[in-house]
């Protein structure tokens, strides 16, 4: 974060793509070896609630970045943005450590052979060894595709809708979170209620009519109470959407190769994310606003026919809830 003080944005954007580029690396990598951490670590009970505390904390942050940005902190001069970014930073770094470093060790069987490390080739396979494996993938491409989409063009909207940086922090930042915060909750809630695949499939549903009903009104409503609404929905089914994809990641990954699983499942639905944010100004500009929406109903639509596909009694049967 710091790389950036020397930068100026208005005249070395290369520059600051590539800092941002390590930036997400690092990010990346991160959520990664988090997940990592969780199957080295956690029991099933700490596995299945991992997801909704990591969802309420992006919302809480979300939630201080947008008060920043609403109380002029973030928005207004680079450098104190930087320093104020640098420092918020700071605090997961922290946290890390004082984790455990590794699970209360087990004590060893003297009379049983220590295992044997699997050669590197194997690990391709162990990654598709589930059959939701792939399944996952599929849905993290088209349900995280359409949200990223739609979160990527947010920022675009927001200002040709007329609103200003100090109520973009408040309005979109610090409410739509404040929904995302709601929607970790609620997502928790209904993951143990139903399961996560039923879960994956409703939130899909709701996000593929919501943003259906927008490419519909879009030219009949029109404005800043439209951008907040879009803004709104997408916070919320993102949120919900994120605690049983990552719950359902956590319970397939199984075996002498589940971290490498696990980091392959969260790694794909990272990448999958930050190139539809990437793309989502130059692909709404090109399509128009309405057929791009459209565009993200069908991928959303799509996700949750998978996701409920792999939810039938007949498959669910064999495969992680």
């Known amino acids: ?29 991160g959520m990664t070896t988090l997940d ?13 609630a991992v997801p909704g505390w990591g969802a309420s904390g992006m919302a809480l942050g979300g939630i201080l970045v947008g008060v920043a940005s609403w109380l002029g902190w973030i928005g207004g001069d680079w450098r104190q943005a930087v320093w104020l970014l640098a420092a918020m930073t700071l605090a997961p770094a922290l946290a890390v450590a004082i984790l455990p470093p590794q699970a209360p060790a087990e004590r060893a069987d003297p009379a049983t052979p220590p295992r044997p490390r699997l050669p590197l080739r194997s690990l391709w396979r162990a990654v598709w060894q589930d059959p939701a494996l792939p399944r996952l993938v599929l849905v993290s491409l088209l349900a ?14 927001q200002v040709d809708a007329g609103l200003q940086i100090g109520e973009i ?14 929607g970790a909750v609620i997502g928790g809630a209904i993951v143990a209620r139903i399961g996560g695949w039923k879960s994956l499939s409703l939130v899909t549903m709701l996000l593929a ?12 409503i029109w404005g800043r109470g439209f951008a907040v609404a879009l803004t709104a929905v997408t916070m919320l089914a993102g949120y919900i959407y994120y605690v049983p994809y990552r719950a359902l990641c956590l319970q397939s ?31 709404a500009a090109r399509l128009g606003l309405v057929p791009f929406l459209v565009l993200c109903t069908l991928a959303a639509s799509g996700a949750a026919l998978v996701a409920l596909r792999q939810a039938l009694p007949a498959r669910a049967a064999l495969a992680p809830n």
């Not at 995280?144 to 909207?157: C, D, N, T």
């Not at 922090?169 to 709601?182: E, Y």
């Not at 002498?256 to 794909?268: P, R």
Request: one cysteine or more.
């Open 1 to 29: 974060m710091l790389a950036l003080l020397p930068l100026d944005p208005a005249r070395q954007p290369g520059p600051i793509m590539a800092v941002a580029a390590v930036l997400f690396l690092v990010l990346a990598s």
């Open 36 to 48: 990592g951490y969780v199957l080295a670590t956690l029991g099933e009970k700490g596995r299945a």
């Open 144 to 157: 995280h595709g359409a949200i990223g989409l739609v979160s990527g063009y947010l920022p675009v909207l």
């Open 169 to 182: 922090g408040l309005f979109s930042a610090v409410a739509a979170n404040g929904l995302g915060l709601a």
């Open 209 to 220: 009519l919501c943003l259906g009903v927008a490419a519909a009104l879009h030219g009949l």
């Open 253 to 283: 990954s199984r075996g002498d190769h589940a971290v490498t699983q696990a980091a392959w499942l969260s790694s794909c639905d990272m990448v999958v994310s930050i190139l539809a944010m990437s793309v989502a100004g130059t692909l």
